[in-house]
Every structure is written in structure tokens, then in C-alpha cells.
T-cell receptor, first 111, second 113 residues
Framework: DAGITQSPRYKITETGRQVTLMCHQT?????MFWYRQDLGHGLRLIYY???????DKGEVPDGYVVSRSKTENFPLTLESATRSQTSVYFCASKVGNSPLHFGNGTRLTVT | DAKTTQPPSMDCAEGRAANLPCNHSTISGNEYVYWYRQIHSQGPQYIIH???NNETNEMASLIITEDRKSSTLILPHATLRDTAVYYCIVRVADPYNNNDMRFGAGTRLTVKP
């Protein structure tokens, strides 16, 4: 979906390094979300944000940090990457009661 | 939020209707039924949602039982490109709620030639 863009598409990093995954949406949606998807666990919510400067934890927030200084951007930072954070990460956005719109994901490998 | 139960996998012949069931026996009066699907290596895609009336759009139809304890997503003429994991989610549609929509394991639909 052209309105929500994730970067990079693929990332390989080493254990202990900091890595930031970017999410940008062009719709000015108020809500933004980060999910991770692993085999056997499906999609799990990491963090979400209802508006700029408002963020909340989801199911699996440990080891992650988010910020939302601008409505259109919602970066996800792994401050010290671990192998258990190897996953596919999806960003999503929505406004009000509208359905979620997802990006195409970032495949992160931590070696 | 009400829990949903879906079969882990289903097959469907190309050109035939695909009927994907979802049980949500503990659904509350203000909870909607949402359907998303995820084609391999892509982000999930919204399909349809409803409260109690049947709904139809260009992608699918949603049939909700009168007691709202179960629903069926219908893809009227399945194609190979409909092969995906389909997620049924029950959620309050409330802008003041915390809005964390949570996905289960879904149903893996395989459309066969």
C-alpha cells in the first residue's frame, strides 16, 4: 500500500547493536502500530500510538523503544538487539474506527 | 475482547466459493467482527467488517449469525491469488478505546487449481 512505507525492507545486524526501523505514512492517520510476526506466534503488538507524543505498550514491548514526534513517522528502535528479536516487523496506521492499513514489513535478522 | 476460534487450514477449488468460519461465542453487543488476510510476505490487508447485519463489498461477504456467536467470510469465486492466511478479529469500534487490534493464528486458505 503506497500510503505507508517501511524501511529498510531487509536488515541484518549483530547482537548488541542498536537498530531503528522506520515507518512513514502519508494519510495523517492519528493511530500507528508496530507488530512483530514470528512462526508459531502470529502477529503480536509491540507498541502503538494514538497521536504525536502519545505511545502505549502492547503485548511484547520489552527491548523496544518508540517515539512519535511527528504524526507521519513512528520509528521503532531496538536499543541492544538480541537474537530473539529476529522477526518480521510490520507497521500499521488507522484513523478513528477505520480498518488498519499495513506496510509491507521489515525482515530483521540479528546474528 | 472476545476470543475467536478459526480452523487452522482449509482448501478450496479455484472458481468455487470459499467459506471461512469463525466462532466468537463471547462477543459483546458493541464488538465488531473484522476480517483481514495476509498473503505470503506481505502486510495484512483489510477485507471487511460488520456488527450484526450481513455485509458485502467488492472482495467478500460477511455473514453473521443472529446470535452473533459466529460468522462466515465468503469469497464468492476464489482464485489462486486468494491463497493467504485469513484472520477473524473481534474488537470494539471505539475511538477512545486503546485500539490495540490483536491477531490470532488465523486460517490458512489454499486455493487449488
Amino acid at each position: 500500500d503506497a500510503g505507508i512505507t517501511q524501511s529498510p525492507r531487509y536488515k541484518i545486524t549483530e547482537t548488541g547493536r542498536q537498530v531503528t526501523l522506520m515507518c512513514h505514512q502519508t494519510w495523517s492517520h492519528s493511530y500507528m502500530f508496530w507488530y512483530r510476526q514470528d512462526l508459531g506466534h502470529g502477529l503480536r503488538l509491540i507498541y502503538y500510538s494514538a497521536a504525536a507524543d502519545i505511545t502505549d505498550k502492547g503485548e511484547v514491548p520489552d527491548g523496544y523503544v518508540v517515539s512519535r514526534s511527528k504524526t507521519e513517522n513512528f520509528p521503532l528502535t531496538l536499543e541492544s538487539a538480541t537474537r530473539s528479536q529476529t522477526s518480521v516487523y510490520f507497521c500499521a496506521s488507522k484513523v478513528g474506527n477505520s480498518p488498519l492499513h499495513f506496510g509491507n514489513g521489515t525482515r530483521l535478522t540479528v546474528t | 475482547d472476545a476470543k475467536t476460534t478459526q480452523p487452522p487450514s482449509m482448501d478450496c477449488a479455484e472458481g468455487r466459493a470459499a467459506n471461512l468460519p469463525c466462532n466468537h461465542s463471547t462477543i459483546s453487543g458493541n464488538e465488531y467482527v473484522y476480517w483481514y488476510r495476509q498473503i505470503h510476505s506481505q502486510g495484512p490487508q483489510y477485507i471487511i467488517h460488520g456488527l450484526k447485519n450481513n455485509e458485502t463489498n467488492e472482495m467478500a461477504s460477511l455473514i453473521i449469525t443472529e446470535d452473533r456467536k459466529s460468522s462466515t467470510l465468503i469469497l464468492p469465486h476464489a482464485t489462486l491469488r486468494d491463497t493467504a492466511v485469513y484472520y477473524c478479529i473481534v474488537r470494539v469500534a471505539d475511538p477512545y478505546n486503546n485500539n490495540d487490534m490483536r491477531f490470532g493464528a488465523g486460517t490458512r486458505l489454499t486455493v487449488k487449481p
